[in-house]
């Protein structure tokens, strides 16, 4: 029976080429993910050091501003909350934020106010700004008469004033 000699210097060799290459990738990569991450502090640096600006006005200013930011689009209390938080602002303080959120919401709800209030299709309430609505009285239907007199009589009242 014939045997094959594996040299083996040959084996160790390949393995360490491989690895070779394998960790050149990866400080090619580190390298170009060190400069990323450089320019990213750098940009963000004076912005991170500054004080900022508090805001103005309580929860219900800082929810109109949220809503009022992108029209028309249907928000629930946990993404106007998170929406509040990416402005820098943590309502976490509070016992129950979203319970907050929900009733400050509410109230802003108003007829005439533009801000309205619906459901998501999982039945979770969900408010929006529609600039359509602001200003506008609530739709309400017309009177419904069942007695033809009776709207002959309210009509001849007014007519008569």
């Not at 963000?44 to 930011?69: F, H, N, T, W, Y």
């Not at 509410?106 to 969900?126: I, Q, Y």
Request: hydrophobic share 40%; charged share 20%.
């Amino acid at each position: 029976m014939a045997y094959v000699y594996i040299n083996p210097y040959k084996s160790t060799y390949l393995a360490a080429k491989q690895e070779l290459e394998q960790r050149k990738t990866e400080l090619s990569f580190a390298t170009q993910r060190i400069s990323q991450l450089e320019e990213i502090i750098a940009k963000l640096e004076p912005l991170a050091m500054e004080d900022g600006i508090a805001p103005k006005g309580g929860l219900p200013e800082l929810c109109r501003q949220v809503l009022m930011s992108s029209p028309g689009v249907g928000m629930t209390a946990a993404a106007v909350m998170q929406s509040i938080a990416f402005r820098g602002v943590d309502i976490s303080g509070y016992g129950q934020p979203l319970a907050v959120l929900h009733m400050t919401l509410t109230r802003l709800c108003k007829p005439e106010s533009g801000f309205v209030k619906g459901k998501t299709p999982h039945g979770n309430p969900m408010y929006a700004f529609d600039p359509n609505r602001r200003g506008l009285p609530p739709a309400s239907p017309p009177p419904v008469w069942d007695d033809v007199d009776a709207m002959v009589d309210a009509i001849s009242k007014k007519t008569k004033k």
